[in-house]
């Protein structure tokens, strides 16, 4: 239990049946809470709303109320987000929505209360409904092809902000994923954008706050996530592969100090810090995945030793605390849960990275949890459910989430062409192709789906090298200016040459990383 959380005069229950039960035989609705530990807004509204006693008095007698940690438990938040956190949702004992907000003051709380109750009165557990996310149809398929890269791309130049770069008109997020996607399509656009961020957006100690609530970057909310910081280093070290530019090899630097700095517990990366500089140290399966695949890409880019060093602990906790066999639990503890598609997808993702980077031996991890996903998560659609469907509430229905599907097909790319087993393309290409029939509808926010699709589509850049990781044909290989490639070292050949692997077939071999550069460039 947080501080905050206990500072209130609610008798909060844990998530979980027993909760609904109660709910059930009491004849009462639920009161679900979905609360970050980062979150400002989550703390105020404890401090604020929930520790009056009157209305701690109310939630206590007309509701069962469940209090939900938005990280540890993603498949809960995914359900019963109201677009930020808190999120405040009151939901019939099975689970199904009756009326949600954000953050409610003390006045406003109790009309909501007082408006659910009548509600409830008048209509029972007819008063719910499942979210259109939920309730069943499929997603909107199509044959994958160039269209969808093409029509997220031409986003970025319609949704952008020209004045204060960015995209949006209102609150700016940094967008990595879009960042990264716009630097092959976009890249002035994505440069003065990274710039805005690197302006506005950096604290004094290298990470990086999550959002701006302005549109011109002002006002930042001074909170810092894992997940921000990594996919931004990712990011930041991009833009110094194609650019050359020292200011975003330094932006990325600083991130690495600020994980390895003060995120880093001594075995992982903690999950957050508060505005006040509190940390939550719990070590999530995703974010320390998604931390360790960036290390390694700045590492790839600059010969970082640290950053190496630090990818190389973050993957041996991962595989010692977190990954066992085709099990991946989301964070440390028996009451984790498991299975979960963002976990899995991001494993895949690290180890397929360090495959290319640090040693081959790294593709059987990330062949076992892919191949367990594919059976477990992938289902006729071809999209990718978020878990395992069992559980209180609305956990039982099937929720297929853009965005992790998208990463976990983005990843099988890289296998099919690490591994040459076609059906981790077969099933990258189902997994986007479920989506494809909404392309023309599709924003900015979801270029990590266009990258995919991308890489699907048409093959990626795949340079083999027939020597031992490190050498430095293998580093030339690395360096080539294109961060969607794919590297595979030590492959079959003669030792010390390296070649591109087209649709048409393998290129002409080559033994230097000057011819290297050449081939590349002479097959654009």
């Known amino acids: 239990m947080s501080e905050s959380e206990d500072g209130t005069r609610v008798e909060w229950r844990e998530w979980g049946p027993e909760a609904f039960a109660e709910a059930s035989?009491?004849?009462?609705?639920?009161?679900?809470?979905?609360?970050?530990?980062?979150?400002?807004?989550?703390?105020?509204?404890?401090?604020?709303?929930?520790?009056?006693?009157?209305?701690?008095?109310?939630?206590?007698?007309?509701?069962?109320?469940?209090?939900?940690?938005?990280?540890?438990?993603?498949?809960?938040?995914?359900?019963?987000?109201?677009?930020?956190?808190?999120?405040?949702?009151?939901?019939?004992?099975?689970?199904?929505?009756?009326?949600?907000?954000?953050?409610?003051?003390?006045?406003?709380?109790?009309?909501?209360?007082?408006?659910?109750?009548?509600?409830?009165?008048?209509?029972?557990?007819?008063?719910?409904?499942?979210?259109?996310?939920?309730?069943?149809?499929e997603p909107p398929a199509a044959p994958v092809t160039g269209d969808v890269e093409r029509l997220v791309a031409g986003q970025l130049g319609d949704q952008y902000d020209e004045e204060h770069a960015g995209w949006g008109t209102s609150e700016k997020f940094p967008l990595p994923e879009t960042l990264s996607f716009a630097l092959k399509r976009d890249?002035?656009?994505?440069?003065?954008?990274?710039?805005?961020?690197?302006r506005h957006l950096a604290d004094d100690d290298g990470g990086f706050f999550r959002f701006a609530h302005a549109r011109d970057w002002s006002d930042p909310q001074a909170e810092k996530t894992l997940s921000v910081?990594?996919?931004?280093?990712?990011?930041?070290?991009?833009?110094?592969?194609?650019?050359?530019?020292?200011?975003?090899?330094?932006?990325?630097?600083?991130?690495?100090?600020?994980?390895?700095?003060?995120?880093?517990?001594?075995?992982?990366?903690?999950?957050?810090?508060?505005?006040?500089?509190?940390?939550?140290?719990?070590?999530?399966?995703?974010?320390?995945?998604?931390?360790?695949?960036?290390?390694?890409?700045?590492?790839?880019?600059?010969?970082?030793?640290?950053?190496?060093?630090?990818?190389?602990r973050t993957l041996d906790y991962l595989g010692e605390e977190l990954v066992d066999g085709a099990t991946v639990r989301h964070s440390a503890?028996?009451?984790?849960?498991?299975?979960?598609?963002?976990?899995?997808?991001?494993?895949?993702?690290?180890?397929?990275?360090?495959?290319?980077?640090?040693?081959?031996?790294?593709?059987?991890?990330?062949?076992?949890?892919?191949?367990?996903?594919?059976?477990?998560?992938?289902?006729a659609t071809g999209a990718f459910t978020d878990g395992p469907q069992t559980g209180a509430g609305l956990l039982d229905q099937p929720l297929r989430p853009v965005d992790d599907t998208a990463a976990m097909a983005d990843a099988l790319v890289d296998l099919h062409h690490l591994t040459g087993d076609d059906r981790y393309l077969d099933s990258a290409r189902d997994a986007v192709s479920a989506f494809a029939g909404a392309a023309e509808r599709m924003g900015v926010?979801?270029?990590?789906?266009?990258?995919?699709?991308?890489?699907?589509?048409?093959?990626?850049?795949?340079?083999?090298?027939?020597?031992?990781?490190g050498s430095d044909l293998h580093r030339a290989a690395l360096r080539m200016a294109d961060h969607e490639k794919v590297v595979a070292a030590d492959a079959d050949g003669d030792p010390g040459t390296a070649w591109l692997e087209t649709d048409e077939g393998a290129t002409d071999v080559v033994d230097s990383p000057a011819a290297l550069a050449e081939l590349v460039a002479d097959s654009r």
Not at 187 to 198: F, I, M, P, S
Not at 260 to 278: I, K, N
Not at 280 to 293: F, I, K, R, V
């Open 333 to 379: 503890g028996e009451d984790a849960p498991t299975g979960l598609l963002a976990d899995r997808a991001r494993v895949v993702g690290a180890f397929a990275a360090a495959a290319q980077v640090l040693d081959p031996d790294y593709l059987d991890t990330a062949r076992t949890v892919a191949d367990a996903a594919i059976d477990d998560l992938q289902d």
């Open 25 to 137: 035989e009491r004849d009462v609705p639920v009161l679900v809470a979905v609360a970050a530990e980062w979150s400002e807004s989550c703390r105020a509204m404890d401090e604020r709303t929930y520790a009056e006693p009157r209305i701690a008095a109310n939630v206590n007698d007309d509701f069962v109320p469940v209090r939900v940690d938005a990280d540890r438990r993603p498949r809960v938040r995914e359900r019963y987000n109201m677009g930020g956190f808190p999120s405040t949702v009151f939901v019939t004992p099975e689970g199904e929505h009756i009326a949600g907000a954000t953050f409610l003051e003390p006045e406003g709380f109790r009309q909501v209360l007082q408006r659910v109750r009548e509600t409830w009165d008048e209509k029972g557990e007819d008063a719910g409904s499942v979210p259109r996310a939920l309730a069943g149809g």
């Open 229 to 312: 910081n990594a996919s931004l280093l990712a990011a930041f070290a991009h833009a110094y592969l194609h650019t050359g530019e020292d200011e975003y090899l330094d932006a990325a630097d600083g991130v690495v100090d600020y994980l390895t700095g003060t995120l880093w517990t001594g075995e992982a990366f903690a999950a957050s810090e508060t505005p006040d500089g509190r940390i939550d140290e719990t070590a999530y399966a995703d974010g320390n995945a998604l931390a360790a695949e960036a290390l390694l890409t700045l590492a790839s880019y600059t010969d970082d030793d640290r950053a190496r060093r630090y990818a190389e």
């Open 187 to 198: 890249r002035e656009r994505a440069l003065r954008t990274l710039d805005a961020v690197r």
């Open 445 to 469: 926010q979801v270029a990590g789906y266009a990258t995919a699709a991308a890489r699907v589509a048409d093959s990626p850049l795949v340079v083999r090298v027939a020597d031992d990781p």
